[in-house]
């Protein structure tokens, strides 16, 4: 057993138990931290696979932006936890047949057929200064170019059509213009005038000289 | 008759000794690292405290030790001795490992800047990513503390904080970019001799619009003034950490400073030629400073940097929340995806300084 293989193992089983926690601890929240726990386990996983890349981009934008979202609304949530786990006993049995089902297919599915163990041999253990990003870069924008270009369109419509949702036209009330807040200084709000201290100080004569001119 | 030696040497194919070396000479360098950095941390309290000080016409700490020097080590004496109050209906578990999620990606951060020369703890090809990496995972430090709290003040802390570090992760990534369209590698090491050929080479040039960019983006990462919308005192108490006292606090501190001071270094090594001596290039004085050492440079540089941070807080008033989001997504977004065409162009076309 080498150094790897204990790695390996401590780390999936840590993504086994992560993967258990967020289906059955009671709290939402915890449950999302578990989810946190996978998915940083995962990323421990491919960095012994050399993908550093994809490892570190896991946690950049899983753990990083979509979870952190995630949990804001889970935070924000009430859930009623015992109406949630009502039935939990009853439907055990139809869950662990579905999970065996999938595990089945799963394990077949690497084992025999196209995507098994023989056809994907290990692959031998790169130079040290082999850059796996600029070896993902350049198979991207040649090779997969316009797949991955699809894909980039698909989620700017995403986000179009998202803020089109949001969008509630345009609105009517009051509201802050800030480019007019930032242009507000000194020489625009403020006036200074030169008072001088002995006139004002006797009204009566000012007046009078008002009234002469 | 080996059979009995192999077996108490090698347990399982594993060369214990070899494995032990190993983890001593790293765990040696962790503390390398570690140790300075905390007291940096603890002398940068002092420094903020002193200058903010010098600037608002007082004198700062100056009752412990000659001239106030010694004031850190009483402030972390107070702390230790402080009792952790965990608040009624807080969730214990979560309402203690928050600061050690908050220190921790702050500390492991530090393991891919290089302070010379191959002077680093791990010299990883993506430490660029891995310090995003690791700035992105402090939020859940905030956002846990802001949860497990069961305060109002905190959670609203929390959102605030949370919404803040992942708008302006984007821009500060983007600004990145640009290093890494610049230096060709990821790696923090070979960023730094990209740049090797004097101040004319270094990236602040070409990438301006990047370095204020980034810079303002790392203040408002580390949620420091004028971004602590955090804490805002006047609103929100101190935010996420109100419900913490004592030594978890400090360790929120801790993070806080310590993240400033890496941001610092950051900056120095992304921007200004990290080690490299600013003289390069020019004969006499390179010659003349050639005994300083790298790490020297770099902590000068680093310094310059931390003080604009210290400088910026006893400067401007608290930003307004929206403006904050604002200046993130409509002003430094659409700044960074217009200046990275221009620099790719401008590698591309081969020009100076990239002939």
């Known amino acids: ?162 803020i089109s949702l949001s969008f509630r036209g345009r609105r009517n009330r009051k509201a802050q213009v800030v480019s007019k807040q930032l242009e507000a200084n000194k020489r625009n709000r403020l006036k200074i005038l030169k008072v001088d201290p002995v006139e004002s100080a006797q009204p009566e004569v000012a007046e009078q000289e008002e009234a002469k001119s | 008759m080996n059979g009995s030696e192999m077996i108490s040497n090698d347990v399982m194919g ?58 850190p080590i009483a402030d972390t004496v107070k702390l230790i001795m402080k009792e952790i109050i965990v608040p009624r209906g807080a969730n214990k578990t979560l309402f203690v490992i928050a600061p050690v999620l908050f220190i921790g990606p702050a500390f492991a951060a530090w393991a891919v800047v290089p302070f010379d020369a191959g002077m680093v703890l791990a010299d990883v090809n993506a430490g660029l990513l891995y310090i995003l990496a690791m700035t992105s995972i402090a939020v859940y430090g905030v956002i846990i503390a802001g949860w497990a709290s069961n305060s109002k003040y905190a959670f609203l802390g929390a959102m605030r904080s949370a919404a803040q570090i992942v708008s302006y992760e984007l821009a500060m990534g983007f600004a990145l970019v640009g290093v890494l369209m610049c230096a060709q590698s990821m790696n923090l090491g070979e960023i730094v001799m990209a740049q090797a050929g004097g101040i004319s080479n270094w990236f602040w040039i070409p990438l301006f619009p990047l370095l204020v960019v980034y810079w303002i983006s790392g203040v408002a990462e580390t949620n420091r003034a004028p971004f602590d919308m955090a804490e805002g005192e006047s609103e929100i108490v101190a935010g996420f950490h109100v419900e913490y006292g004592g030594m978890a606090f400090s360790l929120f501190f801790l993070a806080e400073y310590a993240n400033m001071i890496l941001i610092s270094f950051l900056t120095a090594i992304m921007f200004f030629g990290g080690w490299l001596s600013p003289f390069e290039g020019i004969e006499w004085l390179d010659n003349l400073t050639a005994w300083v050492p790298g790490t020297i440079w770099l902590l000068m540089k680093a310094f310059v940097f931390l003080f604009g941070l210290l400088w910026i807080r006893a400067t401007f008033p608290r930003f307004r929340y929206d403006q904050v989001m604002r200046l993130g997504w409509k002003i430094f977004i659409p700044v960074t995806l217009v200046w990275l065409p221009v620099v790719a162009i401008w590698i591309k076309a081969g020009v100076w300084p990239f002939n």
């Open chain 2, 14 to 71: 594993i060369d214990l000794w070899l494995w032990a070396e190993t983890l001593f000479w790293i765990v040696l360098k962790i503390v390398a690292i570690l140790l300075p950095v905390i007291l940096a941390v603890a002398y940068t309290t002092y420094a903020e405290r002193k200058f903010i000080g010098y600037m608002q016409l007082r004198l700062g700490p100056n009752r412990v030790g000659p001239k106030g020097w010694l004031q």
């Open chain 1, 1 to 162: 057993m080498s150094f790897q293989v204990i790695v390996f193992y401590s780390f999936a089983a840590w993504l086994i138990f992560a993967a258990l926690m967020v289906i059955s601890s009671k709290n939402s929240v915890k449950a999302a931290l578990f989810l946190v726990l996978t998915f940083a386990s995962a990323s421990a996983i491919w960095l012994l696979l050399e993908a550093e890349f994809l490892a570190i981009s896991l946690i950049v934008v899983y753990v990083g932006a979509v979870m952190v979202l995630l949990l804001f609304v889970v935070m924000m949530l009430d859930v009623d936890y015992a109406a949630l786990r009502q039935g939990f006993v009853k439907k055990l049995p139809i869950a662990i047949v579905i999970a065996a089902a999938f595990f089945a297919v799963l394990y077949s599915f690497i084992t025999s057929g196209e995507f098994s163990a023989e056809n994907y041999a290990a692959p031998a253990a790169k130079a040290a200064d082999y850059s796996n990003i600029k070896a993902l870069g350049r198979v991207l924008y040649t090779e997969y170019f316009i797949a991955f270009e699809i894909a980039a369109v698909i989620l700017l419509v995403a986000i179009v059509a998202a």
